[in-house]
């Protein structure tokens, strides 16, 4: 019997999760705009609409969230962190309507992340805060989603994360760390977006992060010799499309043109037959608990495994039924394509805080 992804079980489960939390999830008080970016994410992909009302409460609570000062905490009146503000930014991007895209103070946003800039190119998540690779993609995919990057914001970032890449190919949080798929997957998309990607070693990254899927579970790994992690589909298996785009375009003609460069179909059994939980949500793997992260992630790598390439090359590899199928997901801002064109529409319109614009005489 082929597995299937029990698609009404987990939208309960997160539609649940807008209105009531166990309290199990107090120690994620000063995390909330990352649930909300978890549900919604996970919702968009699974195709479950939210009634207007639902999404425009969700605004406002993020508007709580967000400093005075620029940038967004965890929670209505804490302090502003690059990752809560990651997270707000794509939640609300998700929404993706007027309202939502106003509640963002794109002024203050830039002048919280110039005071979070390092002089060697990094960014701390806080002010007093620690440095790793996470700021940089969170600082890089806020700014651009938003329309804000400026010639100075980037100046020396793309080589502070090229020095993270260590000798097994892939990248650490900082200088000399041990490789590690998150960091990974926040380094290259970083990259990616400053249009730095060729920079990087390429062909050692593909190895390191081909070498992580394992070949027994399907699944992938987060670090070298560690256990298989369901959240690592999306944080590994969404390198290989960013991969592939930019071996191509540098002309490997050695490439597929239907398959990223992993087994699909393992992955898409992992998830769906060892991370489901019986009545919703999804897992790290068999015998964990379930929680919004993992669901989100999994969901995010099960697209990934799911669609290869868009437009006229898209190639889709549906494990199961039909009903197994997912909305494809942004490689780099992990939101749904669709959505990342819509805020970039909105927000090019819209000039860039402190930059002279010129009109034509």
């Known amino acids: 019997m082929p597995p299937t992804l029990e698609r009404e079980k987990h939208s309960l489960y997160l539609r649940r999760g807008l209105r009531h939390l166990s309290d199990a999830y107090e120690c994620l008080d000063a995390s909330r705009p990352w649930l909300c970016y978890w549900i919604l994410h996970s919702l968009e992909l699974l195709q479950v609409p939210l009634p207007q009302s639902v999404e425009s409460e969700i605004c406002e609570f ?5 400093s005075p000062t620029g940038g967004f905490g965890g929670g209505p009146g804490q302090l502003a962190h690059l990752a809560p503000t990651y997270a707000a930014v794509n939640a609300l991007c998700i929404i993706g309507t ?16 110039y005071s979070l800039k390092q002089p060697d190119g990094s960014f701390i998540m806080h002010l007093g805060g620690e440095v790793d690779v996470r700021s940089a993609y969170c600082a890089a995919s806020v700014a651009s989603l938003t329309n804000i990057i400026t010639p100075t914001l980037f100046e020396g970032t ?11 190919g892939g990248i ?11 960091y990974t997957f926040c380094g290259l998309a970083a990259m990616t977006i400053l249009k730095k990607e060729h920079m990087i070693n390429l062909k050692s990254l593909l190895r390191w992060v081909t070498s992580r ?3 027994f579970e399907g699944g992938f790994q987060g670090r070298c010799n560690k256990l298989v992690d369901g959240c690592y ?9 960013l991969l592939h785009r930019v071996l191509y375009m540098q002309g490997d003609r050695g490439l597929s043109m239907t398959n990223w460069m992993f087994h699909q179909e393992a992955l898409q059994e992992y998830i769906l037959l060892c991370c489901q939980f019986p009545t919703g949500g999804l897992l790290d793997k068999p015998g964990k608990a379930r929680d919004f992260y993992h669901t989100c992630y999994c969901l995010s790598g099960l ?11 898209l190639h889709e590899i549906i494990l199961g039924s039909e009903e197994n199928r997912l909305q494809p997901t942004h490689p780099v801002y992990n939101i749904c394509p669709e959505k990342v064109s819509q805020a970039f529409l909105y927000f090019l319109q819209k000039p860039i805080p402190g930059m002279k614009t010129t009109t034509p005489e």
């Open 62 to 66: 993020l508007g709580q969230c967000q």
């Open 98 to 113: 007027e309202e939502a895209y106003n509640i963002i103070n794109r002024e203050k946003l830039l002048e919280f992340l």
């Open 158 to 168: 793309a080589e502070w994360i090229l020095r993270c890449q260590n000798w097994e």
């Open 172 to 182: 650490g949080g900082v200088p000399g760390m041990e490789a590690h798929g998150g």
């Open 213 to 215: 899927q394992m070949r």
């Open 233 to 241: 589909s999306f944080w590994q298996a969404g390198l290989l499309p």
């Open 303 to 313: 697209s990934v495994a799911q669609h290869f390439g868009s437009g006229d090359l």
